[in-house]
């Protein structure tokens, strides 16, 4: 093989790998940047241990939004996790007058997948959509990061899904 044709193979390479990333960090995020189209969620399984709840950090980082249930004694709850504005978010999932635990991110907000209500992405609170399902904030819930992984309390995130299930609550 020529000099000249495997310096024009090796470029053509390396573009196509600087572009096939570039690709991945537009369509898909990277933790600093939003996706620059709708993410709908994709359900993760949590990891419990006693009270302590987590999900892995890398799904997050692949998957931009991610939906994941916690069973207590007598239900079972559905949380968000998000990635917006190189912030990450975990909130109650739960559209309470419409029954949805299903919410699609796009741009700066979360769009419920049933009613179709639109939610602010950064407060959790309802924008425009139907009326009854505005009232009902996405609450947030504490965690913290270690290990690969999104640490969150049992406590916390049950009572971050029961503020969510009080109108107005903000």
Do not use: H, W
Not at 1 to 30: D, E, P, Q, W
Request: proline share 4%; aromatic share 8%.
């Amino acid at each position: 093989m020529s000099k000249k044709l495997l310096a024009v193979f090796l470029f053509l390479m390396v573009s196509l790998l600087a572009l096939s990333a570039c690709s991945r960090t537009i369509t898909a995020g990277n933790g600093n940047s939003n996706p620059d189209k709708a993410v709908k969620q994709t359900t993760i399984k949590a990891q419990i241990q006693g009270d302590m709840v987590s999900i892995p950090l890398s799904d997050l980082d692949s998957l931009i939004n991610v939906n994941f249930k916690v069973n207590t004694a007598t239900d079972s709850l559905a949380f968000m996790a998000y990635r917006y504005g190189g912030k990450t978010y975990v909130r109650a999932d739960v559209c309470v007058p419409c029954g949805s635990e299903n919410f699609t991110l796009s741009g700066n907000t979360l769009i419920c997948d049933s009613c179709g209500t639109v939610f602010d992405a950064q407060t959790g609170k309802g924008i425009r959509g139907v009326k009854a399902c505005q009232g009902y904030p996405k609450q947030p819930v504490s965690f913290s990061v270690a290990d690969g992984k999104i640490i969150m309390q049992g406590t916390d995130l049950v009572n971050s899904f029961n503020s969510t299930l009080n109108p107005g609550k903000s």
